[in-house]
């Protein structure tokens, strides 16, 4: 027994091993008052439903999801759970409402998505893409960087040692003959310009660009008027740390006043305490430019997020490119937002079963409302089912012709 105490001792150091005892010693009591351990109920998370379940479905509008889907099937068109129903999608064009609805119920089985204890319930919050001015070149008025991903930044896989670990990268850099973490916020922006030479734009605002890492894409108004959409291309292993919570701790502000436009008053009215509000938040994202055809950014799944049409989803539960009802309210309101969207994005604070965030769009006005939605919601999800091998162009073109002004 010393001899294995000894062997921990050497292989994780004294500190941890003090931690590891405590904890030890904690679960010897603990077991020891409790005859049986408390057993967790989890459900299934995907529950199936009949089409007049998913609340909101015959009011919605669901060509523009069609054609969002569509962009989806690009992407996973040709696996096999997919194949059949994109096949299908990508023949249908111009069809009117209620041809794609009469799509989506022929093909697909609806499943509400419920957290572990069962309920329905969960938080929707929107996201869009801001449009920041900026330059090429640094200039006394365009002098905050936007980096590429650096070239001595480590991402080491661990899915040959730890399937269990696949969807887990870590990130670091390599110090003598150490992997030590990477840089974080506060020495990137605050230190010595660890990253100088990885520059791809220079931008006027500093809590914009703050943003824009939230964000995680969006386009640089470039002094002769050019558009560029710029992208996440990598992260630096540091974890998220919302600067809104930490203004709640703080009481700088209370849970109604909260949004993205509050935060950013709040840093431009105290400069140096917002500097330093910002670096709190270690995790820093780097970026890479997008070829012209872009005007709205790529999500997780790699093709164009549309308006008002895409969500960023947790895959854990709602795979990529897959249709999703949404039933919520507009942000600060209590009018329905009930609608088709698709899952073609996922985000560092998208975590857990019932839970999404709403794509606005481009640009400020986009932004004013992605930055005030905090809304109760619900989710459907619908994945594709089993049906014989026939065509949907007649039944299509039935559905055009007794509607007679589809458009």
């Not at 408390?38 to 529950?47: A, R, Y």
């Not at 990508?90 to 697909?108: K, N």
């Not at 974080?184 to 931008?203: H, S, T, Y």
Request: charged content about 25%; some cysteine.
């Amino acid at each position: 027994m010393e001899a294995f105490i000894l062997r921990i001792k050497n292989l994780i150091g004294m500190k941890i091993m003090k931690r590891f005892v405590l904890i030890s010693s904690l679960i010897i009591v603990l077991t020891g008052c409790v005859s049986k351990p408390p057993q967790v109920i989890k459900v299934d998370p995907l529950m199936s439903v009949e089409w007049d379940q998913v609340d909101g479905w015959l009011l919605d509008h669901p060509t523009a999801a069609l054609e969002a889907f569509q962009k989806s099937c690009r992407a996973i068109g040709k696996r096999e759970r997919w194949q059949k129903v994109c096949s299908e999608a990508v023949t249908l064009s111009s069809t009117g409402d209620l041809a794609a609805r009469e799509y989506f119920e022929r093909f697909f089985q609806p499943y509400q998505v419920r957290n572990e204890d069962g309920s329905p319930d969960g938080l929707i919050t929107g996201y869009y893409g801001p449009e920041l001015l900026g330059s090429r070149t640094a200039t006394e008025e365009y002098k905050y960087p936007l980096y590429s991903q650096p070239d001595n930044m480590l991402i080491i896989a661990l899915d040959d040692l730890y399937p269990e670990l696949s969807n887990y990268r870590l990130r670091g850099r390599i110090v003598g003959n150490r992997v030590v973490p990477y840089f974080g916020r506060e020495e990137i922006d605050n230190g010595d310009n660890p990253l100088a030479g990885q520059e791809i734009f220079w931008v006027k605002d500093p809590v914009q660009l703050f943003f824009l890492h939230i964000q995680g894409s969006g386009r640089i108004r470039l002094p002769d008027g050019e558009l560029v959409m710029v992208n996440y291309a990598n992260q630096n292993g540091h974890p998220y740390r919302s600067i809104g919570k930490l203004l709640l701790e703080r009481n700088e502000m209370t849970r109604d006043q909260m949004s993205m436009q509050n935060i950013q008053r709040w840093v431009e009215e105290n400069p140096e305490a917002g500097k330093q509000l910002l670096a709190e938040n270690p995790s820093y994202i780097f970026f890479r430019e997008l070829s012209a055809e872009f005007t709205s950014p790529p999500g997780a799944l790699g093709v164009p997020l549309t308006a008002l049409r895409s969500i960023a989803v947790d895959p854990r539960t709602i795979p990529l490119g897959a249709p999703v009802f949404l039933s919520t309210t507009f942000p600060g309101t209590e009018y329905p937002l009930q609608q088709l969207v698709v899952a073609q994005d996922t985000g560092g604070a998208i975590k857990g079963q019932v839970r999404a965030d709403f794509f606005w769009g481009m640009g400020n006005d986009a932004g004013e409302i992605a930055g005030r939605m905090k809304q109760d919601g619900r989710l459907w999800v619908l994945l594709p089912k089993d049906l014989p091998e026939e065509s949907l162009q007649s039944r299509t073109e039935v559905s055009v012709s007794k509607d007679g002004a589809i458009n």
